[in-house]
């Protein structure tokens, strides 16, 4: 253990080890030790030693040298952040060397060919300037040699030729059997032990993608069965059992390969899209209908069977799950009922089985206390839909807030408690902020919040409500006849203009409340000495609360 202060050693003990002011460089070019005077010497003579101190150091190297390796080959290094971080971990004096790839693993798909180059051999790859994978790969190595790394070169090629062989083996061998042919295969692979197999898994996505087609544009529900049909069948592949990451996408040329039309190939590929929130998003009609049921077919069974996020822990990726729905549905302007998807979802889980296993793994105690009812002891699909809207809330919040959406507008909207339509919550929540962004807005909110006030404490303290129609007969100020007018005449035009959808004139419409409400206040005592005088301007109130809930839940407002 190196330990220097001042240009002086720190001592202590550690296990067997004393601290002391010696450093080695590279072990095999530069073995030899070295006394430490500060920092700026002991990096200077590490770097003297092929030993490059710094991470960043190490990164900034290897790209210049592979770019300007592979740039003498008129090929370019293709982009890779995350095995950029891995190799510069494990290599002190960065080189690199070029090797080829055998021309006869070339007919392979190319993700097979970055897969075993990338992931299992930490070489980088390389592009044509058409896209197109090239022959070749860059290999960082940690040592210089006298030949100029050609040894290293040729046993990296040689092990890579094995890699590739058992490649080459997979694809022929599961050429062989078509996709539905593995059906059975999928029976005996678990996808959760409360939910089943892959294979029951793949019969509850086929119908619900065949449900969701209603509001996915020029989805063909034939194809779409097809599609959902063999989606998973490429888990029963020996390619995908070697190389798990290409589950998706070996089923896209494997379809291919057995003459599938080539949006039930592209279904099969992107339906485990999004993968991250950099990832892009399905917009083929199929592949949005597929990628939809399977990530709704699993965040229901989970949440029905007491599996769902807690805190940081997130073993199943529900939380990616969710947002990846959220993002196909914004992405590709879909207005798809999500309470009536997560009901339809629910239906086709063995919800008995469900509340059983969870009652035998609790010891008949509440593990699920909002899921499963004491009463039927049956999970409680109405719960579940409900738990599941406000998850799917708290993501979209999230998702909005890069973009700088404010978070309680959302509550707001989704508060008004008729709103389950994403794509319609989030253009209902662009015409709220605009709208609070005007003097009439913010004037309505401070209206809105007084009245409210109001009629909650006289609520309270009366241990009664105030909901229904005034008497207008008991209307006796101007202001407050005024109010009831106002009130009147624009209900029933905010909600036509909700339910088409018509945000901004709804908007308008609770803009010229503004005036009388302000009215009110200045010339109406709400609190009058007569009874049934106080009881109908409180109801007259709280028809304000009424109205205004009707767009959104204005308490949720902050600021």
Same mark, same amino acid.
């Not at 793994?361 to 409900?386: C, F, M, Q, W, Y």
């Not at 406000?390 to 999230?398: N, Q």
């Not at 005036?515 to 709400?526: H, Y």
């Given at each position: 253990?190196?330990?220097?202060?001042?240009?002086?050693?720190?001592?202590?003990? #550690?296990?067997?080890?004393?601290?002391?002011?010696?450093?080695?460089?590279?072990?095999?070019?530069?073995?030899?030790?070295?006394?430490?005077?500060?920092?700026?010497?002991?990096?200077?003579?590490?770097?003297?030693?092929? *030993?490059?101190?710094?991470?960043?150091?190490?990164?900034?190297?290897?790209?210049?040298?592979?770019?300007?390796?592979?740039?003498?080959?008129?090929?370019?290094?293709?982009?890779?952040?995350?095995?950029?971080?891995?190799?510069?971990?494990?290599?002190?004096?960065?080189?690199?060397?070029?090797?080829?790839? &055998?021309?006869?693993?070339?007919?392979?798909?190319?993700?097979?060919?970055?897969?075993?180059? %990338?992931?299992?051999?930490?070489?980088?790859?390389?592009?044509?300037?058409?896209?197109?994978?090239?022959?070749? #790969?860059?290999?960082?190595?940690?040592?210089?040699?006298?030949?100029?790394?050609?040894?290293?070169?040729?046993?990296?090629?040689?092990?890579?030729?094995?890699?590739?062989?058992?490649?080459?083996?997979?694809?022929?061998?599961?050429?062989?059997?078509?996709?539905?042919?593995? #059906?059975?295969?999928?029976?005996?692979?678990?996808?959760?032990?409360?939910?089943?197999?892959?294979?029951?898994?793949?019969?509850?996505?086929?119908?619900?993608?065949?449900?969701?087609?209603?509001?996915?544009?020029?989805?063909?529900?034939?194809?779409?069965?097809?599609?959902?049909?063999?989606?998973?069948?490429?888990?029963?592949?020996?390619?995908?059992?070697?190389?798990?990451?290409?589950?998706?996408?070996?089923?896209?040329?494997?379809?291919?390969?057995?003459?599938?039309?080539?949006?039930?190939?592209?279904?099969?590929?992107?339906?485990?899209?999004?993968?991250?929130?950099?990832?892009?998003?399905?917009?083929?009609?199929?592949?949005?209908?597929?990628?939809?049921? &399977?990530?709704?077919?699993?965040?229901?069974?989970?949440?029905?069977?007491?599996?769902?996020?807690?805190?940081?822990? &997130?073993?199943?990726?529900? %939380?990616?799950?969710?947002?990846? *729905?959220?993002?196909?549905?914004?992405?590709?302007?879909?207005?798809?009922?999500?309470?009536?998807?997560?009901?339809?979802?629910?239906?086709?889980?063995?919800?008995?089985?469900?509340?059983?296993?969870?009652?035998?793994?609790?010891?008949?105690?509440?593990?699920?206390?909002?899921?499963?009812?004491?009463?039927?002891?049956?999970?409680?699909?109405?719960?579940?839909?409900?738990?599941?809207?406000?998850?799917?809330?708290? %993501?979209?919040?999230?998702?909005?807030?890069?973009?700088?959406?404010?978070?309680?507008?959302? =509550?707001?909207?989704?508060?008004?408690?008729?709103?389950?339509?994403?794509?319609?919550?989030?253009?209902?929540?662009? =015409?709220?902020?605009?709208?609070?962004?005007?003097?009439?807005?913010?004037?309505?909110?401070?209206?809105?919040?007084?009245?409210?006030?109001?009629?909650?404490?006289?609520?309270?303290?009366?241990?009664?409500?105030?909901?229904?129609?005034?008497?207008?007969?008991?209307?006796?100020?101007?202001?407050?006849?005024?109010? #009831?007018?106002?009130?009147?005449?624009?209900?029933?035009?905010?909600?036509?203009?909700?339910?088409?959808?018509?945000?901004?004139?709804?908007?308008?419409?609770?803009?010229?409340?503004?005036?009388?409400?302000?009215?009110?206040?200045?010339?109406?005592? *709400?609190?009058?000495?007569?009874? &049934?005088?106080?009881?109908?301007?409180?109801?007259?109130?709280?028809?304000?609360?009424?109205?205004?809930?009707?767009?959104?839940?204005?308490?949720?407002?902050?600021?």
């Amino acid at each position: 253990i190196s330990c220097v202060f001042a240009g002086e050693v720190l001592k202590f003990k #550690f296990g067997h080890l004393v601290s002391n002011d010696t450093s080695f460089g590279h072990r095999f070019l530069a073995p030899d030790p070295f006394k430490i005077v500060d920092f700026k010497q002991y990096k200077d003579e590490l770097k003297k030693r092929f *030993v490059v101190l710094e991470t960043e150091g190490r990164k900034n190297l290897i790209v210049e040298k592979a770019t300007k390796l592979a740039e003498s080959y008129n090929v370019h290094v293709r982009r890779d952040d995350g095995l950029l971080e891995e190799v510069a971990g494990l290599v002190e004096w960065p080189e690199a060397l070029v090797g080829s790839i &055998d021309p006869k693993f070339l007919h392979l798909p190319p993700e097979v060919l970055v897969t075993s180059i %990338r992931s299992h051999q930490k070489y980088f790859c390389a592009n044509r300037a058409s896209g197109e994978l090239a022959p070749f #790969f860059i290999v960082i190595s940690n040592m210089l040699t006298d030949d100029k790394g050609a040894a290293i070169v040729e046993g990296n090629q040689r092990v890579l030729r094995a890699r590739l062989s058992d490649g080459i083996f997979f694809w022929e061998q599961d050429k062989k059997r078509k996709l539905e042919d593995r #059906f059975d295969d999928l029976k005996r692979i678990v996808f959760h032990a409360k939910l089943g197999t892959v294979a029951e898994k793949v019969v509850r996505i086929e119908h619900l993608a065949q449900f969701l087609c209603v509001w996915i544009p020029h989805a063909n529900l034939t194809q779409t069965e097809r599609a959902a049909e063999l989606c998973k069948s490429d888990l029963a592949t020996g390619m995908v059992g070697e190389f798990p990451e290409l589950q998706g996408i070996m089923g896209y040329y494997y379809a291919k390969e057995q003459g599938e039309d080539e949006a039930v190939a592209l279904a099969i590929r992107d339906h485990y899209s999004p993968l991250g929130p950099d990832d892009s998003v399905p917009s083929q009609p199929l592949s949005i209908a597929v990628a939809l049921a &399977d990530k709704l077919d699993t965040l229901t069974g989970m949440f029905a069977a007491g599996e769902k996020p807690t805190g940081s822990k &997130d073993p199943f990726a529900l %939380r990616r799950a969710a947002l990846g *729905v959220i993002r196909i549905i914004l992405e590709n302007g879909l207005s798809v009922p999500l309470k009536l998807a997560f009901e339809n979802a629910l239906s086709r889980h063995d919800t008995d089985k469900l509340a059983s296993s969870d009652k035998e793994e609790s010891g008949g105690g509440g593990l699920l206390k909002k899921i499963v009812s004491p009463l039927t002891s049956r999970v409680d699909e109405h719960a579940v839909t409900g738990e599941l809207l406000e998850f799917f809330i708290d %993501r979209l919040k999230a998702l909005l807030k890069g973009k700088g959406v404010r978070h309680d507008l959302i =509550s707001a909207v989704f508060g008004a408690g008729n709103e389950d339509d994403l794509l319609r919550l989030t253009r209902r929540v662009a =015409s709220l902020d605009r709208f609070l962004g005007s003097d009439d807005g913010a004037n309505l909110l401070a209206g809105y919040r007084r009245a409210v006030n109001i009629v909650s404490i006289e609520e309270k303290k009366d241990k009664s409500t105030y909901k229904g129609v005034p008497s207008k007969t008991l209307l006796e100020e101007e202001a407050e006849k005024a109010l #009831f007018d106002a009130l009147h005449e624009v209900k029933s035009d905010i909600k036509k203009a909700l339910k088409e959808e018509k945000f901004e004139s709804a908007m308008a419409l609770l803009a010229s409340l503004r005036k009388p409400i302000d009215s009110f206040f200045e010339r109406v005592t *709400v609190n009058a000495e007569r009874p &049934d005088l106080r009881r109908n301007r409180l109801m007259l109130l709280a028809q304000i609360r009424e109205l205004v809930d009707e767009i959104a839940d204005f308490s949720k407002i902050e600021g």
